[in-house]
């Protein structure tokens, strides 16, 4: 009896502590079709909004496995015999979802998923696609969150290398030389003379397989037909696109060669409603999340806009042909994203910020910025653009429209007809301003001179022009405008 008692009391102590360290995921079914549906707003030309691939043809892709990487050293400095000790090596697929117990478990596994290359090749490969200055470490280990700095080994003997993980995008190096997950990316997109020399001698051949690739990932032909398009994307412009290319910015699938979109930080992105400077994601559960990373992973390119499927059959996103992620894969992605923290501000709160902070409530900056937040998560209008009646009825939608650039609005495959209101949060660790980053500090974003006709942006931007909209802030004296962005620094 005594020992019966004492069996119950050991087995209730056992229930007690599993569900102190009981972490029971929720995982949502992330491709359940009315959901999808739901997901995304409608694009600004109603007819043309994406229909996605439904929910058993989803289901009915492979599951893309995440395998173990190894790092990769500078030339000459990699430990002797690294090499074949790599072709050694065994397959090892890493993310395991049997293993997760606690949040810890997955939010850490959730980094996997966010360092994932799922476009892979052979090697050599590196260098090809990033030019990037930063430094290896003190061991000669290269800065593996850019692409095609890391081994793969998806079957014994053959190393790889990969490109288009989240992390290539969306980290950045700060001043202290520290990466910084989640960030504006700042992997250095600028090209150099030789690559923009190489686009100048372009073979015909060449131009014409850039500009169906170009097709495929910003073509919208009721914007423009594809005739249209390829004069447009003439060498000369391609040369400008190149040369134009800078860091913070790029141009995803679905935006715009020739107008490409600055790269959010994901820090924060827990609080925000809409995703994308658009607002083509609706942002209301961690669902939505996943859905946009598997969207923006390639599968939007497959979906059918009117009579228009950008690519057929596959994501011209991942090597591994027909696959996606699976549902636990992409919660823990999400988890991990919402577990990001911004760094330690060290910018402080003295008194031009106090000085600041008044400059920002008198100008009203706060009825769109609105705190904590520093975003009332509303959209805005682009200029022009008539706001559909139903959509006041199940989205946050301000009347007044800031007058930016309407071209990623209107006219790209994404454009919804908004611009969403940005938080400024952690304005201090970005760069490149306005949802074009057509500037790259806030001194010039509240430079009067930009809004004029003969500007020539300080930053990157290679074509003379004024950087329109968002007057806001522009009439300031220059002592209230240098506190204003004292304060927005301290965000
Ligand atoms: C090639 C670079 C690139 C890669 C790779 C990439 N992103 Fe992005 N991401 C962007 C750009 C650019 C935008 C902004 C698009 C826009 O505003 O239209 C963006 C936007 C986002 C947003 C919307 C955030 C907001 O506040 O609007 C989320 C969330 C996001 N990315 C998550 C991811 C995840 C998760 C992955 C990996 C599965 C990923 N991204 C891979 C470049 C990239
Ligand atoms: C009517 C709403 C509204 C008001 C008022 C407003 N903003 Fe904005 N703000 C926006 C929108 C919308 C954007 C994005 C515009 C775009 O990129 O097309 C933006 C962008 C910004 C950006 C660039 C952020 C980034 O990530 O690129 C800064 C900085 C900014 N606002 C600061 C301010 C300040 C300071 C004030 C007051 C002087 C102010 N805003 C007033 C709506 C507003």
């Not at 890391?150 to 990969?162: A, D, N, Q, S, T």
Request: overall charge positive.
């Amino acid at each position: 009896m005594i020992r019966m008692k004492f069996e119950l009391a050991a087995g209730l102590l056992v229930v007690l502590t599993a569900s102190g360290q009981g972490f029971k995921p929720e995982i949502p079914k992330v491709w359940d079709e009315e959901a999808v549906e739901r997901f995304e707003l409608p694009l600004a030309q109603r007819d043309r909004s994406p229909k996605h691939m439904s929910s058993s043809e989803y289901y009915a892709l492979k599951v893309r496995p995440i395998y173990k990487t190894y790092p990769m050293y500078e030339a000459g400095k990699e430990p002797a015999g690294y090499l074949d000790w790599l072709k050694q090596q065994e397959p090892e697929v890493v993310f395991d979802p049997a293993k997760l117990k606690t949040k810890e478990d997955w939010i850490a596994a959730g980094k996997l998923v966010f360092e994932h290359e799922p476009l892979v090749f052979p090697l050599p490969m590196n260098g090809v696609f990033f030019k990037t200055p930063l430094p290896a470490s003190k061991e000669g280990v290269l800065p593996d969150f850019i692409p095609g700095n890391r081994y793969i080994i998806r079957k014994k003997g053959v190393l790889e290398v990969g490109i288009n993980s989240c992390s290539g995008c969306h980290t950045r190096v700060m001043p202290d030389g520290s990466y910084l997950a989640g960030a504006q990316g700042v992997v250095d997109f600028r090209n150099d003379e030789a690559t923009i020399e190489r686009v100048k001698n372009i073979k015909p051949e060449v131009l014409a397989r850039r500009r169906e690739s170009a097709w495929v990932l910003f073509g919208a032909p009721w914007v423009e037909s594809k005739e249209q398009f390829f004069e447009r994307l003439s060498k000369e412009e391609l040369v400008r696109q190149v040369a134009a290319s800078h860091s913070g910015v790029i141009a995803r699938q679905g935006t715009s060669g020739s107008h490409p979109p600055h790269i959010p930080s994901l820090i924060g992105v827990k609080n925000h409603k809409y995703l994308d400077s658009t607002g083509f994601g609706r942002h209301r559960s961690i669902g939505d999340l996943a859905r946009y990373a598997v969207t923006n992973q390639g599968l939007d390119t497959m979906a059918h806009y009117g009579d228009f499927q950008p690519s057929v059959n596959e994501t011209p996103f991942s090597s591994e042909k027909g696959t996606r992620y699976s549902d636990e894969q992409l919660y823990a992605l999400a988890l991990y994203i919402y577990s990001l923290e911004p760094p330690k501000n060290p910018n402080p709160v003295d008194d031009l910020a106090k000085r600041g902070q008044k400059v920002f409530s008198r100008q009203g900056c706060a009825g769109c910025h609105t705190p904590p937040l520093y975003t009332n998560n509303k959209l805005t209008p682009a200029k022009g653009f008539t706001v559909p009646a139903d959509l006041r009825k199940t989205d946050e939608i301000l009347d007044v429209s800031v007058g930016t650039d309407t071209t990623l609005a209107l006219k790209a495959r994404r454009g919804t007809g908004f611009y969403k209101v940005p938080s400024l949060r952690g304005v201090w660790y970005r760069n490149a301003f306005g949802h074009g980053g057509w500037v790259d500090t806030l001194e010039e974003w509240f430079d009067p001179e930009r809004v004029k006709s003969d500007y020539v942006p300080k930053g990157y931007w290679m074509q003379p022009g004024p950087v329109e909209g968002h007057e806001f802030g522009l009439k300031l004296s220059p002592e209230d405008r240098k506190a204003l962005i004292a304060f927005l620094k301290t965000l």
